[in-house]
């Protein structure tokens, strides 16, 4: 048995990998390319004449930089792998890319997809196993398992993963129940990313609070797994926020057959002032609003003073800042951090690891890091990882690397291979975990309670602030109050009460009550529009108000609040 692997687009991405694999088929060599990126050429990595063929693609998730390449490499008829909703939702992701991104020969790709769960042979001698990898709902590593003759291996490739959960999937497991012996490890990380995620829900859920209406854009993954953090925030929280989903991500939503509470799904649209509401969220693609259902939303609120704009993006695109909206934009990478790389590393020990999705210092830092050989290289040379000899390590590491390397190693043979072969070993799916953890998700939620004011108890009911006394009145001798709502309380009197004084409070509330209701009550919701200024969106205003003129607002305490608004009047 002989094993290399090949970097398939070292120049770009550095996503993609080719795995070679000799000793199991006679006179060929397995090529497996794992995700398929920006300038992947498969015809210029393998050799004909040399007896490589193409043998399977794997399809990590559907995110552009792992399938942007996909329709140029389907050589010999090699069936794509994807996990089941990865391949549930192609032809939805496909359809929204061809418009902006050159998509090749889509419709022979998903004639070539075989959704896969558990595992499925490729030829005989090699088989593989989706494992799922938190970064993005859907997402899975590949687990492959290498026979021949009486010798078993194992290789893991991760592709984008962090071990949070996505969405309600789960994320990558550490405590896999396997020895692994090559480990192909997404070296990408995100120091950051869980407190960019709990600012950017805390802002919309602010912005929502305030009135505004609010627009948010993203990818069609990344707005799906908003979505179902809001939706399930709010009501852990015992509250209502209406989140409406429009376009493309709309459409993984329904595929993916999701029930999110407060969440609902608009595909098409013909009035953007539909699908747009005050005291809501619509979240929509793509994630800068420069096109397709992002841009005409924007374009209805970008010159209300009073509406928001939040763009989760991803990758490099530069979001819009200039507008009479509010804007915010942040940046959601769901990778993981540097010490969580550490401990994948360090928890499945395998003999070696091939970096990828890094580059240069990136890249570098890893080697001699680990009890493992590591590979850091930047170019499409094909590295022998195993041959008749043995495990053959990079010409570059030290002889104590090799003494570490060597004495931690496992034959992967015997009784634990045969388990494995005989599916004896359950490994982890790549399905809906039934219950809701947002923290695991990677929302602080101490933090956004603090930060939206929110009760500790969930779902207890709130309790409204006690209404103010007057100070211009007689103190009742007794606790026995009513209220009007408008005036303050009103006393009610013992017997032995001085009743002159009484009815004398009582007629001043009472001359405050008349002057309030000869007046013309009108709902208004705040809106904080940003940079200190505050406006009052009216429900139902009197059609005698004109743009510029001046009113004078009355600020009621004790009125509906949940938040101790002790405000006083103010000219607007």
Not at 57 to 82: E, K, N
Not at 113 to 130: F, K, M, N, T, Y
Not at 144 to 170: C, K, M, N, Q
Not at 209 to 231: C, D, I, K
């Amino acid at each position: 048995m002989e094993i290399q692997f090949q970097h398939a687009n070292p120049y770009s991405g550095r996503e993609s990998v080719v795995l070679r694999i000799d000793g199991l088929l006679p006179d060929q060599t397995v090529c497996v390319l794992v995700d398929a990126g920006q300038n992947v050429a498969i015809d210029e990595l393998l050799d004909e004449d040399a007896n490589e063929y193409l043998t399977a693609v794997c399809l990590t998730h559907a995110h552009l930089d792992h399938y942007q390449s996909l329709g140029d490499t389907l050589a010999h008829g090699a069936p794509v792998y994807a996990a089941t909703d990865t391949a549930t939702i192609l032809e939805d992701v496909f359809a929204a890319g061809a418009d902006h991104y050159d998509l090749s020969n889509t419709e022979r790709v998903l004639d070539q997809l075989e959704p896969i769960d558990e595992w499925a042979q490729i030829v005989p001698g090699l088989r593989v196993h989706p494992v799922p990898a938190g970064h993005t709902p859907g997402a899975v590593g590949f687990l492959f398992e290498v026979t021949a003759d009486d010798e078993r291996r194992t290789i893991l490739v991760t592709g984008d993963f962090t071990t949070r959960r996505a969405a309600g999937y789960p994320g990558f497991d550490l405590d896999l129940p396997v020895d692994v012996d090559v480990l192909v490890l997404t070296a990408a990380t995100s120091e950051d990313f869980e407190a960019t995620l709990t600012d950017a829900v805390g802002t919309i859920c602010e912005r929502v609070r305030a009135g505004s209406t609010v627009l948010a854009t993203a990818s069609g993954l990344t707005g799906l797994q908003v979505a179902y953090l809001l939706g399930h925030l709010t009501e852990h929280w015992d509250e209502q926020l209406s989140i409406r989903l429009v376009g493309h991500v709309a459409k993984l939503y329904d595929r993916l057959e999701y029930s999110v509470p407060n969440v609902t799904t608009t595909a098409e649209f013909a009035d953007p002032s539909a699908v747009l509401e005050a005291d809501g969220v619509t979240i929509t693609g793509p994630e800068v609003p420069i096109d397709g259902s992002a841009k005409r939303l924007f374009e209805t609120i970008s010159d209300d003073p009073g509406a928001t704009l939040v763009q989760l993006i991803n990758g490099g695109s530069s979001p819009v800042t200039s507008a009479a909206c509010t804007t915010h934009h942040f940046s959601l990478s769901n990778h993981p951090t540097s010490h969580t790389i550490d401990d994948v590393v360090e928890a499945l020990s395998p003999v070696h690891v091939v970096i990828t999705h890094q580059q240069g210092a990136a890249a570098n830092q890893y080697k001699d890091k680990y009890a493992s050989y590591v590979w850091a290289t930047d170019n499409t040379d094909c590295y022998t990882l195993l041959d008749e000899s043995g495990w053959t390590p990079p010409p570059w590491v030290t002889e104590s690397t090799k003494r570490r390397v060597q004495s931690g190693m496992t034959t992967m043979s015997g009784v634990l291979g045969d388990a494995i072969a005989d599916a004896e070993i359950p490994l982890p799916t790549v399905t809906w975990l039934d219950d809701v953890d947002l923290g695991s998700e990677g929302l602080d939620l101490t933090a956004l309670r603090d930060r939206l004011l929110v009760e500790h108890t969930e779902h207890a009911p709130r309790e409204t602030p006690a209404p103010q006394q007057a100070t211009d009145s007689p103190a009742p001798s007794t606790g026995r109050v009513m209220t009007d709502g408008i005036a303050g309380e009103l006393p009610i009197p013992d017997g032995d009460q001085d009743i002159d004084s009484v009815l004398s409070g009582i007629d001043a509330r009472l001359d405050r009550i008349e002057s309030a209701v000869t007046g013309h009550d009108i709902d208004a919701c705040v809106v904080d529009a940003g940079d200190g200024a505050i406006l009052l969106r009216l429900e139902g205003p009197p059609g005698h108000l004109e743009h510029g003129e001046r009113l004078r607002v009355r600020l009621l305490n004790g009125l509906d609040s949940e938040r101790d608004d002790n405000q006083s009047a103010q000219d607007t």
